[in-house]
């Protein structure tokens, strides 16, 4: 697989956060209130999505996940913003 996705969810702190490819250095963009991309500062490349309040956000008891496994978010476009 090229690139490893990790999940992870801590559900006490209610926060989300869907990770891909090897951890690099980064910084981070808040593209809605509580919701951030972290973004590889060499590359330009999405490494994360990170959700604050994701159950209160779900409207849902239930927290599901449908993606392919080894999904690529490098061509992923927010808006009229290519990250």
Do not use: W
């Not at 990770?19 to 500062?41: N, T, W």
């Not at 990170?50 to 080894?70: A, M, N, T, W, Y």
């Amino acid at each position: 697989m090229k690139n490893k996705t990790r999940l992870y969810y801590d559900e006490d702190g209610d926060f989300l956060e869907i990770s891909v490819g090897e951890p690099s250095e980064c910084y981070a963009e808040e593209i809605e209130p509580g919701i951030f991309l972290r973004l590889d500062k060499k590359t330009g490349e999405i490494k994360s999505i990170s959700v604050l309040d994701f159950r209160k956000r779900s409207h849902s008891r239930d927290i599901e996940f449908s993606f392919p496994i080894g999904f690529d978010l490098t061509d992923v476009k927010f808006g009229q913003k290519n990250f």
